[in-house]
């Protein structure tokens, strides 16, 4: 009884494992060079006077991808938690209709913030992943974005 109950155990794990590996093969990984090119912003300087916690911030502007020019737009806002970081949230829409949200923790004066994807709309519906955003030195109204997505 003991051996039977031992072979039913091992063949369920087997077919577990069996399924992992199916799910695991179907993952399709896409990494998308974009910039996002601040068209507006605006901010909400709630007391105390200055940069603090509670504050709002947030932009648009154009989605652009080297050697196709404009592909789309994005929109942010972002809750300041301190003087120096925020909870910051972002869509990235392509022309097509398709939408990528991202979201995290932003540091005001980093040189590289890292993001989550989570979520999406038509092909990006069931996507995750990491958006690292870097500020472009040369142009300080323009970010530089790594969509690294997992769909």
């Known amino acids: 009884m003991k051996r039977a109950l031992m072979l039913v155990a091992l063949a369920v794990a087997a077919m577990g494992i069996a399924a992992f590996g199916a799910s695991a093969a179907k993952v399709k990984k896409q990494v998308i060079y974009v910039r996002l090119v601040t068209t507006s ?5 709630n007391d105390p006077s200055g940069p603090s916690g509670g504050d709002l911030f947030g932009s648009e502007g154009n ?3 080297s050697g196709r020019g404009q592909v789309g737009t994005y ?3 972002c809750t300041a ?3 120096e970081r925020a909870q910051c949230q972002a869509t990235l829409g392509w022309k097509n209709g398709k939408r990528l ?3 995290g923790d932003y540091e005001l004066q980093g ?3 890292q993001f989550a994807i989570v979520g999406g709309t038509g092909k990006y519906r069931k996507a995750r992943g990491e958006a690292i955003v870097r500020p472009d030195t040369a142009n300080p109204t323009t970010q530089k974005v790594k969509l690294k997505i997992l769909l």
């Open 63 to 65: 989605l652009v991808r």
């Open 101 to 103: 949200q991202i979201a």
């Open 41 to 45: 912003g605006w901010n909400v300087d």
């Open 75 to 77: 929109t942010s806002a």
């Open 111 to 113: 040189s590289e913030n």
């Open 81 to 83: 938690s301190s003087a």
